[in-house]
């Protein structure tokens, strides 16, 4: 059974830092790609970040040098470093993973986290 499990969110302010883990079980996924979503209240879930296994990363565009992807394979984790946080960052934060080497969108999930919620206030 593969369980994805993230940690690290909470309460920040703009400007502020925040790194999210998330650590998968029953299942290697050093030759698949994992990455990250979001789901702001009132909004549909969006692809944040992915890391394929041969090195392509891929960032949204309201992320992209803010947000910083990375994984240890050793502990089949992946991580994602957020800096200067905005308001509009906030939302709930899910891992996911793919049984293939893509991802991109929610159609190529196969696994999800249970979510973390990361809030920044003004």
């Known amino acids: 059974q593969v369980q994805l499990v993230e940690s690290g969110g909470g309460l920040v302010q703009t400007g502020g ?3 999210l883990s998330c650590a998968a079980s029953g299942r290697t996924f050093s030759r698949s790609a994992m990455g990250w979503f979001r ?3 009132g909004k549909e879930r969006e ?3 992915a890391s394929w296994s041969g090195g392509i990363i891929y960032y ?3 992320v992209k040098g803010r947000f910083t992807i990375s994984r240890d394979n050793a502990k089949n984790t992946v991580y994602l470093q957020m800096n200067s946080l905005k ?3 906030t939302a709930v934060y899910y ?4 049984r293939k080497d893509r991802l991109s969108m929610l159609s190529e999930v196969d696994y999800w986290g249970q979510g973390t919620q ?3 206030s003004s």
Do not use: K, Y
């Open 17 to 19: 830092s925040l790194r």
């Open 39 to 41: 789901m702001a209240p």
């Open 47 to 49: 692809f944040v970040a």
């Open 60 to 62: 949204a565009d309201s």
């Open 87 to 89: 308001p509009e960052d």
């Open 95 to 98: 891992c996911a993973a793919s």
């Open 118 to 120: 990361v809030t920044v």
